[in-house]
């Protein structure tokens, strides 16, 4: 079965890090990207990274604290986040095109609150 399943979400401090991991199943994880979402906002692209080129992109907001590696072994993305801020409070889901197809996670929550 083709499909993305996220998990490390939950709450944090404010400065304190968490640690996402996306898992594929069914193809072999390339090029992948993390979104987040939240209420009454569009989806915002966070991080992204090509299989060909081990260099993320970031959105501005997070470059400096946020870190997106492929973890060849476990065919899974990371997404390390440091010196979380409120504002990082979101769902967060992971993606990836496959066959042509949008291929989403169920989402992963993320709180930053004292």
């Known amino acids: 079965q083709v499909q993305l399943v996220e998990s490390g979400g939950g709450l944090a401090q404010p400065g304190g890090s968490l640690r996402l991991s996306c898992a594929a199943s069914?193809?072999?994880?390339?090029?992948m990207s993390w979104y987040r979402q939240t209420p009454g906002k569009e989806r915002e692209l966070v991080a992204s990274i090509s299989g060909w080129d081990p260099k993320a992109n970031y959105t501005d907001s997070v470059k400096g604290r946020f870190t997106l590696s492929i973890d060849v072994a476990k065919n899974a993305a990371n997404l390390q986040m440091d010196n979380l801020k409120p504002q990082d409070t979101a769902m967060y889901y992971c993606y990836a095109r496959v066959s042509d197809r949008d291929l989403w996670g169920q989402g992963t929550q993320v709180a930053v609150s004292p």
């Open positions: 069914g193809f072999y994880l390339m090029d």
